[in-house]
């Protein structure tokens, strides 16, 4: 962008030669020199607050102010950024296409990946989740962000795909919902100092809900 290019105000070269040399004169341009120097930086974020991914705090405020969004303090100004630009984009009549591209634009400049599932026959449309590193507050936010958006028809999850992780897990306790089929199972319990040590296990189709607790 052309405002990004660095430019140093210097009122000094502005005036006749023969002034240039006097400390008075000097000191009073290089003085002022500063005040404009600012004004420059001001009129160029007024220019960037134009567009949303380039705004400020006071730029992105005025765009929420005119959607009516209303932040969280504890909201960053990306975040800010990413609600404002998903709202502005929101068209009618609602395509898987315009999906994608809300869902990449939410998680722009993060590591995670949301890549949604239509399940037709079960009105329902699952939104998979997968990254490198552990979920926070804004991935969970999604639900609430893209509620208001899709068809009211629809059932909406999120679905948290965690990495595969290797190495030796401790609990004391765990629940499991309605255990149907037993694909593999090779779970190997120890007692080790009053709890119960499980070296793998793998569980699908829930039937039937069961409690588990190690002692």
Known sequence: MLLDNPKKVDLLKYL???IQNYKEIDAIMKAENIILQNEWEYLKQAFKNNFIFLTDIYGISLFEKMMKIYPKASDTLEERQVRVYTKWNTTLP???RWLEEYLKAYFLNTSTEAIP???NNEYRI???LSSKEWFG???YKLFDELRILIPANLILNIVNVLPKLGGTFFCKSFLVYRIKKNLKN?????ITVGNMYAKSSMIY?????MSINGI
């Open 205 to 209: 189709k829930i039937k039937k809900e």
């Open 186 to 190: 090779k779970a190997q319990s120890f």
């Open 137 to 139: 507050e804004y991935e």
């Open 94 to 96: 609602y395509t898987w």
């Open 117 to 119: 599932v239509l399940f």
């Open 126 to 128: 699952d939104i998979r």
């Open 16 to 18: 006749p030669f023969f």
